[in-house]
């Protein structure tokens, strides 16, 4: 059964700070991996997907990779701005599977 | 760009009604899902659906919930008999192609439900 953390649960940077959120899953064998934010109360709006054969995406300033053989894959974002303030959830489609399985997510605050 | 649409954004109901959730996927689209989130939890996978049938489910998704798609482009969610654990808000999406997909899947912005 797949697995999916985030760590930090919570995380508060100062703006312009760049950072690394981390998505770790138990089972390898996956499609794909996908970034979402979530604003409070709101809907998953998809950020970024990484396929199982690539490394890394980009969009703008998020930059996501993925390291299928270790379980992981990091979001980056580059200048934070207090309009990044969210919770950013990672979700994983396993082999075999016709559904993502999401992580426990991590709340970002940046502060003006 | 486009949406997955959901109907009501917030709907509030007796313990014990039927509730009908709505969504309006993409519409070049074959597999569509519903997921939950109860406040404060994980997003949790409900139920997927692809050529007018239940493809896999959660153990979440017992006989109390169905599905459906009436036509070609409405999916629906029934909760039969609501209880006040089956408050959280409820997700759909949808996507083009499942597992080697270059698109993902594509969420609503979902439906508060609120039983009381």
């Known amino acids: 059964k797949q697995e999916v953390t985030q760590i930090p649960a919570a995380l508060s940077v100062p703006e312009g700070e760049n950072l690394v959120l981390n998505c770790s899953f138990t089972d390898s064998a996956i499609y794909n991996l996908q970034w979402f934010r979530q604003d409070p109360g709101k809907g998953l709006t998809s950020l970024l997907l990484i396929q199982s054969s690539q490394r890394e995406q980009t969009s703008g300033r998020l930059n996501a990779s993925l390291d299928k053989s270790s379980g992981r894959s990091t979001l980056y974002i580059a200048a934070s701005q207090p309009g990044d303030s969210a919770t950013y959830l990672c979700a994983a489609e396993t082999e075999g599977y016709q559904k993502v399985t999401f992580g426990t997510g991590t709340k970002l605050q940046v502060i003006p | 760009e486009p949406e997955v649409t959901q109907t009501p954004s917030h709907q509030v109901t007796q313990m014990g009604q039927e509730v009908i959730l709505r969504c309006v996927p993409i519409?070049?689209?074959?597999?569509f899902y519903w997921y939950r989130q109860i406040l404060g939890q994980k997003v949790e996978f409900l139920v997927s659906f692809y050529n007018n049938e239940i493809s896999e489910k959660s153990e979440i998704f017992d006989d109390q919930f169905s599905v459906e798609r009436p036509d070609g482009s409405n999916f629906t969610l029934k909760i039969r008999s609501t209880k006040l654990e089956d408050s959280a808000m409820y997700f759909c999406?949808?996507?083009?192609?499942?597992?080697?997909?270059?698109?993902?899947?594509?969420f609503g912005s979902g439906t508060r439900l609120t039983v009381v």
């Open positions: 519409s070049n689209h074959l597999y």
């Open positions: 999406a949808s996507s083009p192609a499942a597992g080697k997909s270059n698109y993902g899947y594509t």
